[in-house]
Nanobody, 125 residues
Framework: QVQLVESGGGLVQAGDSLRVSCRAS????????MGWFRQAPGKEREFVAG?????????YYAPSVKGRFTISGDHAKNTVYLQMNSLKPEDTAVYHC?????????????????WGQGTQVTVSS
């Protein structure tokens, strides 16, 4: 059984920074890509950022967070981080860590087989 456990969420003010972390554990596990998705109340789940370790390290961002968020990770340790700067109230959501199984499109939630329970990030105005 593979488990993804997130940590680091919380309540911050607009303009603040926050870092969320995720570690995968369980059976022998090595994913070629991990990511972060978020879901706000009443809204669709959306891709936030992803990191791939195929042919080097590659990062991907949703347009809404590019330039403000930075994803990083340690492939050997199956960990991934999301540094969030200049947070906005519209960033408020539950943030889920994911791990891809296979070679599906990293921004597609269906490509990610493993999901964490999520950590709440709330940004007040």
């Amino acid at each position: 059984q593979v488990q993804l456990v997130e940590s680091g969420g919380g309540l911050v003010q607009a303009g603040d920074s926050l870092r969320v972390s995720c570690r995968a554990s369980g059976r022998t596990f090595s994913s070629n890509a991990m990511g972060w998705f978020r879901q706000a109340p009443g809204k669709e789940r959306e891709f936030v950022a992803g990191i791939s370790w195929i042919g080097g390290t590659h990062t991907y961002y949703a347009p809404s967070v590019k330039g403000r968020f930075t994803i990083s990770g340690d492939h050997a340790k199956n960990t991934v981080y999301l540094q969030m700067n200049s947070l906005k109230p519209e960033d408020t959501a539950v943030y889920h860590c994911t791990a891809r199984d296979g070679l599906g499109y990293i921004m597609n939630p269906s490509a990610h087989k493993f999901w964490g329970q999520g950590t709440q990030v709330t940004v007040s105005s």
